[in-house]
């Protein structure tokens, strides 16, 4: 038989003498490096062409050895030949082709005349150098630059480079591997190939693990055929496409693996199927991070994105998206998308410098971050549309270009335990169903801190909203619209405005309850408080050293409290203290609180440090005007939120009604007497 060494040959015997006949295996090693007109694989001369074709002849799953080391050549001209006389070395039995050292490669050159291989069975190639493979344009046969198959294709410790392949045109592209039944590479490198590195157009899939591939003309790895791809620990560079395309619905599973550098996406997904990144590092591409373009979902753990030209990560369909764990930064675009109804979760994750939003969320599908630091959008942090909702916790969100957090059309906005801060817009801006803050901190944001025009009434607890407004505002910590807003055990401080409210705008129905309105400023009415067609319901609230009119050109009054004379202006106010505010052009009148119009509606025992005749309706029982209120500045007295204590001998002490919150804003149980305010000394 054919071979230097042929094994098996007293298995197959004996088996036939029992009656079965099963195929044996053989190993043909190859000894001549040449490949001059076959002659028969002999004993003492067998070249590859004469290796490939004793295989085929044998029945068995074969082998066929080169000597590691040494290398290989194809000489004999004649592509689109099938019967291994000329061209490529046609593989019609399963065979694995390998050199005889582990880990050091024989090396075969196809010298530009053809591919390598063309098989119709299963074939294993390992420790082997392909060079100089190229296919022909020929109609029908270009495909497959060092390896063409209608069976399944295993790669174990290959190289390739330069290998060529002529584009079919419209941007499609062969491979230098192209299999229609399943590819799988490990331990392989493809380098400089001048179309897809692997190419998979059949059900069997690409699986690469600790593979490199490089500088592909097109995609590194493409998958037409459904069956998926797996990517383990492994390396795709360059890719002048692509570096992993599956376009026809089966999942991508990518782990412990870089991409970087590409002229297109990352990954991207094109079916129903699945994308799953563990441990991965994608950078330096000009599109997408990953994309899915139908209804298959994205999960990215562990990973990051990094310097990509588009989105980081986009799902264009109804799938859902969810990242934990890993950073996207410095994208041209978002750096999450979804444009259909799939959920949206992200965890544990950075979000940075993006071009467009930090998240976006323009279907339906629910928002929900969670322990996510976002920095330096261009345009909103989070933002959702069209009904799904945003849910947030323990989430920091700054620097964005537009609003820090948004919510557009129904579902409810609500952030616990979260950060806002230094947003050139809004900081929070709410146009849902409802609002829910909690524990949250709204700070130097460039509009608003929280604009509210929820549907439904909506609340604000034990969170802090300071530093925020400008000049073309109204209501810089808060501009209260829609249907109502409840807040309790809450401080909003320092805000800044060019028009009316500089702490609060009420133009909604508005409840406060152990509250602290502090410091601060509007050009015009209301300094802490501007009331405008809706009522204000006030309970245990202190307001104070707030200034209306503070660039004192006499346009504005109330520097602490204004209704103005729009109907429906009212404010209900009871165990509350109003004290130390001011008004820049006047001294003497409008302090406190001031009216266009209606008189406040006092519910009794409250305090204020000046009247004036400015504030109609506070003559209830237990009503006073004190001007020395004997109060400390805003400060850390304990609790969720800062405070402005009360100090001893203080006419607020004792002076609340039973109408008073058993609690007081940091939560300490108040006396059987309770002060006025939202500090109980």
């Known amino acids: 038989m054919a071979g230097r060494l042929v094994r098996g040959i007293a298995c197959a015997a004996t088996c036939a003498l029992l009656g079965a006949a099963p195929a044996s295996a053989a190993t043909f090693d190859v000894t001549r490096t040449g490949d001059p007109v076959p002659n028969g694989c002999k004993h003492d001369g067998c070249t590859l062409r004469e290796a490939v074709s004793a295989a085929n002849a044998h029945p068995g799953p074969d082998a066929i050895v080169l000597r590691s080391g040494k290398t290989y050549d194809m000489q004999i001209a004649g592509a689109g030949e099938d019967a291994n006389a000329t061209g490529d070395f046609d593989i019609t039995g399963p065979v694995t082709v390998r050199g005889s050292v582990r880990g050091t490669a024989a090396t075969i050159n196809g010298h530009s005349l053809d591919r390598i291989f063309d098989a119709s069975a299963r074939l294993v190639i390992s420790d082997v150098s392909m060079r100089g493979a190229t296919t022909q344009a020929v109609s029908g046969d270009e495909q497959g630059g060092a390896v063409r198959s209608s069976a399944p294709v295993v790669l174990k410790r290959v190289s390739m480079r330069g290998i060529q392949a002529p584009p079919l045109g419209l941007g499609a592209a062969n491979g230098a591997v192209e299999s229609t039944r399943g590819i799988r590479a490990i331990a392989c490198r493809v380098t400089a190939t001048d179309g897809d590195a692997l190419k998979q157009e059949g059900s069997g899939g690409v699986i690469a693990r600790n593979t490199v591939i490089r500088n592909s003309q097109y995609d590194g790895i493409f998958e037409s055929g459904g069956g998926g791809v797996t990517v383990a620990r492994s390396r795709i560079r360059g890719s002048g496409g692509d570096a992993v395309d599956e376009a026809d619905g089966g999942d991508v599973s990518i782990s412990e693996a870089r991409i970087a550098s590409g002229d297109n996406g990352g990954i991207v997904e094109f079916g129903l199927g699945s994308v799953d990144l563990e441990q991965v590092v994608i950078?330096?591409?000009?599109?997408?991070?990953?994309?899915?373009?139908?209804?298959?979902?994205?999960?990215?753990?562990?990973?990051?994105i990094d310097t990509v030209g588009n989105s980081g990560v986009v799902e264009f369909s109804a799938g859902a998206v969810s990242v934990s764990g890993s950073g996207i930064v410095n994208t041209g675009n978002s750096g999450i998308t979804e444009f259909g109804d799939g959920a949206v979760?992200?965890?544990?994750?950075?979000?940075?410098?993006?071009?467009?939003?930090?998240v976006n969320e323009f279907g339906s599908g629910?928002?929900?971050?969670?322990?996510?630091?976002?920095?330096?959008?261009?345009?909103?942090?989070?933002?959702?549309?069209?009904?799904?909702?945003l849910v947030g916790s323990h989430v920091r969100v700054t620097g964005s270009g537009n609003s820090?957090?948004?919510?557009?059309?129904?579902?409810?906005?609500?952030?616990?335990?979260?950060?806002?801060?230094?947003?050139?817009?809004?900081?929070?801006?709410?146009?849902?169903?409802?609002?829910?803050?909690?524990?949250?901190?709204?700070?130097?944001?460039?509009?608003?801190?929280?604009?509210?025009?929820?549907?439904?009434?909506?609340?604000?607890?034990?969170?802090?909203?300071?530093?925020?407004?400008?000049?073309?505002?109204?209501?810089?910590?808060?501009?209260?619209?829609?249907?109502?807003?409840?807040?309790?055990?809450?401080?909003?401080?320092?805000?800044?405005?060019?028009?009316?409210?500089?702490?609060?705008?009420?133009?909604?129905?508005?409840?406060?309850?152990?509250?602290?309105?502090?410091?601060?400023?509007?050009?015009?009415?209301?300094?802490?408080?501007?009331?405008?067609?809706?009522?204000?319901r006030m309970n245990a609230v202190t307001v104070s050293r707030n200034v209306a009119d503070s660039n004192s050109d006499a346009s504005g009054t109330g520097g602490g409290v204004y209704l103005d004379s729009t109907s429906g202006s009212a404010a209900h106010v009871g165990n509350s203290l109003l004290a130390l505010n001011r008004v820049n052009f006047n001294l003497a009148a409008g302090l406190d609180c001031a009216t266009a119009g209606p008189s406040f509606d006092s519910l009794g025992h409250n305090l204020l440090t000046a009247n004036g005749g400015s504030c109609p309706g506070f003559s209830a029982p237990g009503d006073i005007v004190r001007a020395q209120p004997r109060i400390g500045k805003l400060a850390d007295n304990g609790g969720p939120t800062e405070t402005v204590a009360l100090r001893r001998g203080s006419p607020a002490i004792g002076h609340a009604g039973a109408s008073a919150p058993g609690r007081d804003q940091r939560g300490h149980k108040r006396d059987p007497h309770p002060d006025a305010g939202a500090f109980e000394r």
């Not at 950078?283 to 990051?304: I, L, P």
């Not at 979760?345 to 930090?358: D, F, L, P, R, Y």
């Not at 619209?481 to 508005?510: C, E, H, M, W, Y």
Request: aromatic share 4%.
């Open 283 to 304: 950078t330096g591409v000009v599109n997408s991070g990953v994309a899915e373009f139908d209804a298959g979902d994205v999960a990215m753990g562990d990973s990051t």
């Open 345 to 358: 979760t992200v965890a544990k994750t950075t979000i940075a410098h993006t071009g467009n939003s930090g």
């Open 366 to 389: 629910r928002l929900a971050v969670r322990r996510v630091a976002i920095s330096d959008a261009q345009n909103s942090g989070l933002i959702a549309f069209n009904g799904g909702g």
């Open 404 to 536: 820090g957090v948004a919510l557009f059309n129904p579902g409810v906005l609500s952030l616990r335990d979260s950060i806002v801060k230094g947003n050139a817009q809004e900081g929070v801006s709410a146009f849902g169903t409802a609002l829910r803050l909690e524990r949250t901190r709204i700070l130097g944001n460039g509009n608003s801190g929280v604009e509210n025009f929820s549907t439904e009434p909506s609340t604000i607890d034990r969170s802090t909203i300071a530093g925020n407004g400008s000049a073309a505002t109204q209501g810089g910590g808060v501009l209260a619209k829609g249907a109502g807003l409840k807040v309790t055990r809450s401080t909003i401080s320092g805000n800044r405005v060019g028009a009316d409210g500089g702490g609060l705008f009420v133009g909604a129905p508005v409840s406060l309850v152990n509250d602290t309105i502090y410091g601060n400023r509007a050009v015009g009415n209301g300094g802490g408080i501007a009331v405008s067609g809706a009522p204000l």
